[in-house]
């Protein structure tokens, strides 16, 4: 690859990963836009949605458009293509360089592994169940629901691609375990056991995402995030509302 063609896929693979991995939308065009000066390509633009990318590089060459499929929350990656923005603007590194390295970035799985963010997500569930004043004895039963909600959250969701489902079936499955709990003696306030539970599953990120884009002027990036952690929220809220319904 050389040429042109290597300034316009450094720049579109940068903002992809950025998109992917959790950015907002306008930190994506700025970061694209830097870029694409360092590399030369003066005068271009960008348009960026939680789904797409239009990036016009310069005046000469005809737009390009890549499609985002999934989306997750890794800020590690977010900083590392900071990072290559920064080299690039200072020059300290080649074109060539910093497309090897955004590859590797692509490429990299997530910085944590599946069994420590399952231990971090039950650890922060129990003291959740604390900080919302619940029991000393509400700690363990915090812990194993909230790990148990997450790791089928994370399993379902690769298995069916479907987000809303997943996060509906994590949350029946935390009101189910913690009304379990509770009745045979383990907990003592079933309420805040599931409040707790359900916070690592809560669109945090995305719900900040969604207010600092719509404060800078992405109307359609900041709505269509806003509706998607509604969704989310809804979601959490109707499995545990099922519970309720059942039991």
């Known amino acids: 690859m050389k040429g042109a063609a290597l300034e316009v896929e450094i720049c579109l693979l940068a903002g992809k990963i950025m998109l992917q991995s959790g950015a907002e939308t306008y930190?994506?065009?700025?970061?694209?836009?830097?870029?694409?000066?360092?590399?030369?390509?003066n005068g271009s633009h960008s348009y960026v949605t939680p789904t797409g990318i239009v990036f016009q590089p310069g005046e000469a060459l005809p737009a390009k458009l890549i499609r985002i499929e999934e989306r997750t929350t890794n800020l590690h990656k977010v900083s590392a293509v900071n990072d290559i923005s920064r080299k690039l603007s200072s020059e300290t590194i080649s074109s060539e360089e910093a497309h090897q390295l955004l590859i590797q970035i692509d490429s990299s799985k997530n910085a944590y592994p599946l069994a420590l963010q399952v231990a971090a997500a039950a650890i922060a569930s129990g003291c959740f169940t604390i900080m919302f004043r619940g029991s000393l004895t509400d700690f363990i039963p915090g812990v194993l629901c909230g790990g148990l909600g997450f790791i089928s959250y994370i399993l379902l969701n690769q298995v069916f691609k479907i987000k809303f489902f997943a996060e509906f079936t994590a949350s029946f499955l935390i009101g189910i375990m913690a009304i379990l709990l509770v009745r045979v003696g383990v907990g003592v306030t079933m309420d805040k056991i599931i409040i707790g539970s359900v916070m690592p599953l809560v669109p945090g990120l995305l719900?900040?995402?969604?207010?600092?884009?719509?404060?800078?002027?992405?109307?359609?990036?900041?709505?269509?995030?806003?509706?998607e952690a509604f969704l989310t929220a809804f979601a959490i809220g109707a499995g545990i509302a099922v519970v309720f319904s059942i039991l």
């Not at 930190?27 to 390509?41: A, C, Q």
């Not at 719900?207 to 509706?227: E, F, K």
């Open 27 to 41: 930190r994506v065009e700025d970061t694209m836009i830097r870029m694409s000066n360092s590399l030369g390509l």
């Open 207 to 227: 719900i900040t995402n969604a207010v600092r884009d719509l404060m800078a002027g992405h109307l359609v990036s900041g709505l269509s995030r806003g509706a």
